[in-house]
């Protein structure tokens, strides 16, 4: 028997005569039911696929309480998300995971406090079965706001809510800062200056922590050597600017972020410092366009946002389905990526 087109399209009543189930068999399978044998959800399956059946989605729903579609809330400015490229590859990652499971993304930009109200609004008006949300900045009214809603949430990274019970996926930032000051240790350096992000978000404060801490074990001077930028290049180049103006001597830098590295390079360049011969430079991030493009290209903290996103896709899937699952911080590792700027 094969697909049949155009106002003939297989039925539902089809696929359950094709795998030899009861219609009502062959809806549970396709809504994955789990009272389905594992043998009768493979028989309907394999007889959709071969009729060409595709489900009804607004029908499904009725059935199911489930659109099949998710929420990437991002909590920044629409500009600065797009000119950033970490979350560039947080979109692509997080549309390329829901495709592996038959899910349709959405995505939401919270531009200022004023958006939170119509934010929590539509998500908890059943367009949507969850949300993947990254808030990370103190006094970001959303995370607070979205505990009121009766759909799942998962964030990316820590956020500064208070609330207990929360189901986050974030990245060893502290780890990843002691990685860096590790490495130009090794390498002989000694004055190690660091530009970090602001300090509202959580883990530019992990990453200067981690650089301090690290800078203590390791017997390092200059502690004091920490200009703040804004995770963008320009914000990088004129912390760099200030640090050299501070210590001409420094002779190593952490930046927080690839785009404050590049920004640092730039700056660098600009003084006259050849890296690495007289500074050395360390990232954030590992952009794949980024870190390697640069000039000399950028040895960085490898973090990759699609082991983040499978991770909280996997959370929230098994919430969407009613499992139990504890609140808890899952804390990924990250590694050092070392190019020419070391």
Same mark, same amino acid.
């Given at each position: ?228 930028? =804004?995770?963008?290049? !320009? *914000?990088?180049?004129? +912390? ?5 103006? &501070?210590? $001409?001597?420094?002779? @190593? /830098?952490?930046?927080?972020? =690839?785009?404050?590295? !590049? *920004?640092?390079?730039? +700056? ?5 410092? &050849?890296? $690495?011969?007289?500074? @050395? /430079?360390?990232?954030?991030? =590992? ?56």
């Amino acid at each position: 028997m094969s697909a049949r087109p155009g106002p003939n399209r297989p039925t539902l009543e089809d696929v359950a005569a094709y795998a030899g189930v009861s219609r009502s068999t062959a809806s549970r399978a396709l809504n994955d039911d789990a009272y389905v044998s594992a043998p009768a959800r493979d028989a309907v399956r394999t007889a959709a696929a071969r009729l060409g059946y595709t489900t009804n989605l607004a029908a499904r729903s009725l059935v199911t309480r489930r659109t099949g579609a998710i929420a990437l809330v991002l909590s920044e400015p629409e500009a600065k998300v797009l000119d950033d490229p970490y979350f560039g590859a947080v979109i692509r990652a997080a549309y390329a995971e829901l495709s592996t499971h038959g899910g349709q993304l959405l995505v939401m930009f919270v531009d200022n406090h004023a958006d939170v109200p119509r934010v929590v609004s539509f998500l908890d008006g059943g367009h949507v079965d969850g949300a993947l949300v990254f808030a990370p900045h103190r006094g970001d009214l959303l995370p607070g706001a979205l505990g009121t809603l009766r759909i799942p949430v998962v964030f990316g990274g820590r956020t500064h809510s208070g609330r207990r019970a929360q189901h986050v996926v974030d990245f060893d930032n502290a780890a990843g800062a002691r990685l860096a000051v590790d490495h130009l240790v090794d390498q002989g350096r000694r004055r190690i200056a660091t530009v970090s992000g602001p300090a509202e978000h959580p883990a530019a404060a992990d990453r200067l922590a981690g650089w301090r801490a690290a800078m203590r074990d390791r017997g390092v001077r200059g502690r004091n050597l920490v200009e703040s930028g =804004d995770f963008t290049i !320009a *914000g990088g180049e004129e +912390a760099m600017r200030r640090l050299l103006d &501070r210590a $001409p001597e420094l002779d @190593a /830098v952490f930046a927080a972020s =690839d785009p404050m590295a !590049a *920004g640092a390079l730039r +700056a660098l360049a600009a003084a006259g410092c &050849r890296v $690495p011969t007289d500074v @050395a /430079v360390i990232g954030f991030d =590992d952009h794949p366009t980024l870190a390697p493009a640069t000039t000399p290209p950028l040895t960085s903290v490898h973090q990759d946002p699609r082991e983040q996103i499978r991770a909280m896709v996997e959370i929230l899937l098994r919430l969407t389905t009613g499992q139990q699952v504890p609140g808890e911080r899952v804390v990924l590792p990250v590694s050092l990526t070392i190019r020419a700027s070391t």
